[in-house]
């Protein structure tokens, strides 16, 4: 009992962390179930094991050998030490591998190119009718498709994973993995850097939206739609942030900014978190990130705006607050 008490207390503490929008046991996707039916299948089957191995242990210490038990105890080895455990681990190695050839299907129309950045997520749709569409640090997908994310990463190894809709993958310079999801729940999940990447790995997530398979259309039709310019103090925010360089990195369509180095700004506005999931998108929020950039964000490659007066900070991040 006194083993036992802490690693229920454990596995209490860790199941109370089992839900929300970053959990891989509260599956919204096909893959993320299998996943997650393993890891019960997994636990259930260790446990069942655990409570058998240690009862014939403390059942050890508690009889007296005689002739008739040794023959009883060699029996006990053979089935119990050997074809058991060989039964039980290859019939759990057999369900685990018949999830993998699943796994590797491909995707029905919709593929996503997603490459790790230092530390932000650069996003293009392909879709097969229709135009390319650039986005950065938010994966909008369709109900009940299996979408195919194409991923890659240009300087160190990264790794893309959506808990809630599947499984782990890595992000290698030089390569492009595969990885298929389909999600079964509309609603919006996070996703996150799960390999170490450099000071501000911890701040390198972003937002899954999972849509209805008609207002996902629409809303990537509408992405390749031009936006109206903009009007009075949003023209002039506009015109700060072209007259800045900040065009030099960042890209807007329909404008001169025409950068690639950092995320693509074009639909800035609609996101709701700025950084890749570093602080909430509001107005104040992105006048601090152009100031301080490196104070909240660490080592991340745009360089920081102190001299900005206060005025033009506002006017720029009301001009990207716009932009939707
Ligand atoms: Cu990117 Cu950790």
Redesign the pocket.
């Known amino acids: 009992i006194l083993i036992r008490l802490p690693a229920f207390g454990l596995v209490a503490l860790a199941l109370g962390a089992c839900s929300g929008v970053q959990s891989a046991l509260d599956p919204a996707g096909r893959e993320a179930r299998d996943v997650a039916d393993l890891f019960w299948v997994m636990l259930i089957g260790a446990g069942v094991v655990w409570t058998i191995v240690l009862g014939v242990a403390v059942y050890a210490t508690r009889v007296r050998t005689d002739a008739h038990e040794e023959i009883v105890g060699k029996r006990l080895i053979l089935w119990g030490g050997v074809v058991f455990p060989v039964v039980v681990l290859a019939a759990l190695l057999v369900y685990g591998l018949r999830l993998m050839p699943e796994l590797r299907q491909p995707g029905e129309g919709l593929r996503v190119d997603v490459a ?1 950045e230092q ?1 932000w997520w650069r996003v293009r749709y392909k879709p097969l009718n229709g135009p390319e569409v650039v986005s950065a640090n938010e994966i909008r997908m369709p109900v009940g498709e299996r979408v195919e994310f194409a991923l890659t990463s240009p300087h160190v190894i ?2 893309f994973w959506i808990p809630t809709l599947g499984g782990k993958v890595d992000m290698i310079p030089g390569r492009e993995n595969r990885l298929v999801l389909e999600a079964e729940k509309p609603g919006t999940y996070r996703g996150v ?1 799960a ?3 450099g000071a501000s ?1 911890a701040l ?1 997530a972003f937002d899954v939206v999972v849509m209805e398979k008609p207002a996902f259309d629409a809303w990537l039709a509408a992405q390749a739609a031009p936006q109206p310019a903009p009007t009075g103090d949003l023209a002039r925010g506009r015109d700060l942030f072209l007259q800045n360089g900040c065009g030099a990195c960042h890209a807007v369509a329909g404008t001169e900014a025409k950068g690639e180095v950092g995320p693509d700004l074009t639909r800035f506005g609609a996101r709701k978190t700025l950084g890749a999931g570093t602080l909430p998108n509001t107005a104040d929020n992105v006048a601090r990130f152009i100031a301080e950039t490196d104070t909240v964000k660490p080592r991340v490659t745009m360089p920081a705006y102190p001299a900005l007066p206060r005025d033009d900070l506002t006017a720029i991040a009301a001009y990207l607050g716009s932009l939707k």
Do not use: T, Y
């Open positions: 790790g530390f990264h790794a850097c390999e170490f990447c790995h390198m």
